[in-house]
C-alpha cells in the first residue's frame, strides 16, 4: 500500500457501502457519511435487486426511436414523461436522445460489460462477503418476448454480446416454459426469451446492513455517521478542504462522492455539473406461499418492462421509468398497474405487498461517472442509473485502485464525466 489515508465516503447506498469496503480492505481509515438513520435508505433500499452482469445495454438506443411514442403514450406505458420548469429535465433528455445511436450504444455496452464482469468476479470471490446474508442465489436471468422483431433484435445483441464474454442463449417459447414452469400463466404470449446462466439477485439493502456490521465498530475500524446530513462540500483552491454537515464539518485526507441523486446539487456548487436526472422506478415485496407459482430464475417481461427477482422466500417485482423530477412520492396508481401486469404474469398470493418507490440516479448514456473530478482530492463514483447494484463492487475497485495510486482495472475513460 504506498499511501494510506483518511478517506470519507459521502453516500451509504450500495456504490458508498461498496466503495468503504474496499477502501477499508486496502488499509485506509473510513468514514461514511449519510443522511438516513442507516445504508441504503434510498435507491439500494427495495430496487429490482437483479445483478444483471449481461444485460447492461443502455436505455439510449437506437430502437428507443421506434418505441418511444408506444412507452411515453401508450396505455400503460412504462415510461412517463411529465415535462417540468426544470431546465436540467430538458438538458438530460436532449443529451439523452442525441445517446440513441447504434455506435455510442454498442460502446457502452462494451464498457459497462467490462465493469459489470469486474464487479461480478469481486462479489463471486471475496470470502467476508461470502459470509454475509442477503438471498444471494446465482439462478440465471431470462428475458422474455412477446413479439418476434423484439426476439430477433434481442437475438442479434445476444450474439454481439458473446463475442464481449457473454453466454446468452436464445430459446423459444418451450424452453422458456422448460427453464421457468412458473412462466406458464404468461405462456399464451411469450414468443422466446434469451437466457444468461451466471446471472444473480440479491438484496442490496440486506447487503449493506450486512457490510455495515461487517466493517463497522471494532470489525472494519470504518466509522459510519448516520443521521448525518451533509449540506456542501468545501472547496479549498483546487482541493476539498472538508465536508459541512449538520453536525459540523468533517476533514480528511480525500473524498468520495457516492451520494446518488444528492451528489449533483453538492458538486454544482464547487464547479462541478454532473450529468445526472432522477428516474423513477417501484417494486413491491410480497412473500412466497405457493412455491410452483413463483419463479426461481430471474425474469424480465421486456414487453411491459418489469423484473421478478427471487429472494430467498419473497419475490421483488420491480418496474416503471418516471421521468418526473425529484419526486419522492409513491404514485398509488403505479404500484397498481405494476401489481396488475404482474398479476397477468403470474399467479400472486394474496397478502401484503410491500410497496416502494426510488430516484435512480441516470446519466444520458447510461455510463456511470468513475474516477477524477479535478479536484486533487475528491474522486466520483456517481450515475448509476438502474444498474448500481450490478455495478457497485466494480465501481469500488476503480475508487480504490486510484487512492491506491494504481492502475485502474478498466479503461477509465470509458467513465470519465465527459463520457456521461
Not at 478517506?7 to 457501502?17: E, K, L, Y
Not at 459489470?116 to 459470509?131: C, K, M, P, V
Not at 473530478?373 to 469500488?396: D, I, K, P, Q, R
Amino acid at each position: 500500500m504506498e499511501c494510506v489515508m483518511h478517506v470519507v465516503v459521502i453516500g451509504a447506498g450500495v456504490i458508498g457501502m461498496s466503495t468503504a469496503w474496499a477502501l477499508a480492505r486496502d488499509g485506509h481509515r473510513v468514514t461514511v457519511l449519510e443522511a438516513g438513520p442507516e445504508p441504503a435508505t434510498g435507491t439500494s433500499h427495495a430496487n429490482g435487486a437483479q445483478l444483471s452482469y449481461s444485460y447492461v445495454a443502455p436505455l439510449a438506443n437506437p430502437g428507443i426511436w421506434a418505441d418511444l411514442p408506444k412507452l411515453l403514450f401508450g396505455p400503460g406505458a412504462a415510461v412517463r414523461f411529465r415535462p417540468g420548469l426544470d431546465l436540467q429535465q430538458y438538458r438530460w433528455g436532449l443529451q439523452f436522445l442525441r445517446a440513441c445511436n447504434t455506435d455510442m450504444a454498442r460502446s457502452t455496452i462494451q464498457a459497462l460489460l467490462r465493469l459489470a464482469f469486474l464487479s461480478r468476479d469481486i462479489l463471486t470471490n471475496a470470502g467476508d462477503i461470502a459470509g454475509l446474508d442477503f438471498d444471494h442465489v446465482q439462478a440465471g436471468k431470462l428475458v422474455v418476448y412477446s413479439d418476434a422483431a423484439s426476439l430477433q433484435a434481442a437475438a442479434g445483441l445476444a450474439q454481439y454480446q458473446n463475442t464481449l464474454g457473454c453466454q446468452q442463449q436464445v430459446l423459444d417459447r418451450d424452453g422458456c416454459l422448460a427453464r421457468e414452469p412458473a412462466l406458464r400463466h404468461m405462456g399464451h404470449r411469450i414468443t422466446g426469451g434469451i437466457y444468461t446462466p451466471d446471472d444473480a439477485a440479491g438484496d442490496p439493502y440486506k447487503l449493506c446492513l450486512g457490510l455495515a456490521g461487517l466493517l463497522g465498530g471494532h470489525n472494519g475500524g470504518v466509522d459510519f455517521r448516520f443521521n448525518t446530513r451533509v449540506i456542501s462540500l468545501l472547496r479549498a483552491g483546487n482541493r476539498i478542504g472538508g465536508v459541512e454537515t449538520e453536525a459540523g464539518i468533517v476533514q480528511g485526507d480525500a473524498y468520495v462522492l457516492a451520494g446518488g441523486l444528492d451528489s449533483r446539487a453538492l458538486a454544482l456548487p464547487i464547479g462541478i455539473d454532473l450529468p445526472i436526472y432522477p428516474i423513477k422506478g417501484y417494486s413491491f415485496t410480497l412473500d412466497v406461499a405457493d412455491e410452483a407459482e413463483a419463479p426461481r430464475v430471474s425474469i424480465t417481461d421486456y414487453a411491459n418492462k418489469i423484473v421478478y427477482a427471487r429472494l430467498g422466500n419473497r419475490l421483488r417485482i420491480a418496474g416503471m421509468a418516471d421521468i418526473v423530477g425529484a419526486d419522492h412520492s409513491l404514485d398509488s396508481s403505479r404500484v397498481q398497474q405494476l401489481e396488475r401486469q404482474a398479476g397477468e404474469a403470474f399467479k400472486l398470493p394474496p397478502g401484503p405487498r410491500r410497496a416502494w418507490c426510488g430516484l435512480r440516479p441516470a446519466t444520458p448514456t447510461g455510463r456511470p461517472v468513475l474516477g477524477a473530478s479535478g479536484l486533487e482530492n475528491l474522486w466520483l463514483n456517481v450515475g448509476h442509473g438502474a444498474l448500481g447494484f450490478t455495478l457497485a463492487f466494480g465501481s469500488a475497485a476503480v475508487i480504490a485502485a486510484l487512492l491506491g495510486q494504481r492502475e485502474a482495472p478498466v479503461p477509465l475513460a470509458d467513465f470519465a464525466l465527459h463520457a456521461a
